[in-house]
């Protein structure tokens, strides 16, 4: 297994993966990742697209007109280019070896509404795109599935310079608060966050062959936030 972050983190080295030190929001940065992890496992069998948020909470809550255009190419780039580029580097190797692709999206692509604009339109085109391309490659043994999680227990919401501790502010509240209100306001039936683990698990299931029916489908990991069929 190999990982791309801007960051070797102790976290990700204790995965067991080969760290890779890589900007995947730059134009070549997922064609970099991808060539070293070819270089690394002689192949690819699986690509998972887990590079989302943003680079700081800097201008997320204050609505579409409090956002130039500089924050829409940020936004979009890290969201939705960095997959379309490192899908397009992966897929030659994965039809050679009938592999996967797991996109991590986010449950806002079908509630706009629900988070940043940039953001979630981000994300709309990103679930789509995966769409798009279950139908291509699918006749080529490509696997293409999409995963889409409500709030996660991680630093976009409990860092002391996140989206989450900004929202806190704009709302007069403490962090602390917010996040204790965040299940219910959100309609999660849970009544809590979901953790890291919960939507680690959903994605090696569908990548692995125990999915091999299952492509071109998007899933809800929110708690119940979306209530449409």
Do not use: C
């Amino acid at each position: 297994m190999v990982a791309g972050a801007r960051t070797i983190t102790p976290e990700l080295k204790e995965t067991g993966a080969a760290p890779v030190a890589v900007d995947l929001a730059t134009p070549d940065g997922p064609g970099r990742l991808i060539e070293q992890a070819v270089a690394e496992l002689g192949g690819l069998d699986v690509l998972v697209n887990n590079v989302g948020g943003g680079d700081s909470a800097r201008g997320q809550v204050g609505g579409f007109l409090s956002l130039a255009d500089q924050h829409w190419t940020e936004l979009l780039e890290l969201n939705f280019l960095a997959a379309v580029r490192a899908s397009r580097a992966a897929l030659p190797h994965l039809i050679e070896r009938r592999g996967a692709i797991v996109t991590v999206s986010s449950n806002g692509a079908r509630m706009p509404h629900s988070g940043p604009i940039a953001y979630t339109t981000a994300k709309a085109a990103l679930t789509a795109f995966g769409k798009a391309l279950a139908e291509e490659f699918g006749p080529q043994g490509v696997r293409v599935n999409t995963v889409s999680p409500g709030p996660v227990r991680t630093a976009l919401w409990e860092g002391p310079d996140s989206y989450g501790a900004e929202l806190a502010s704009s709302m007069s509240l403490s962090q602390k608060d917010l996040l204790a209100g965040l299940p219910a306001g959100a309609g999660m039936l849970t009544g809590r966050l979901i953790e890291p683990g919960e939507v680690a698990t959903l994605i090696a299931y569908l990548a692995s062959p125990l999915a091999g029916s299952i492509t071109g489908t998007d899933h809800l990991v929110d708690s119940g936030s979306v209530k449409t069929v």
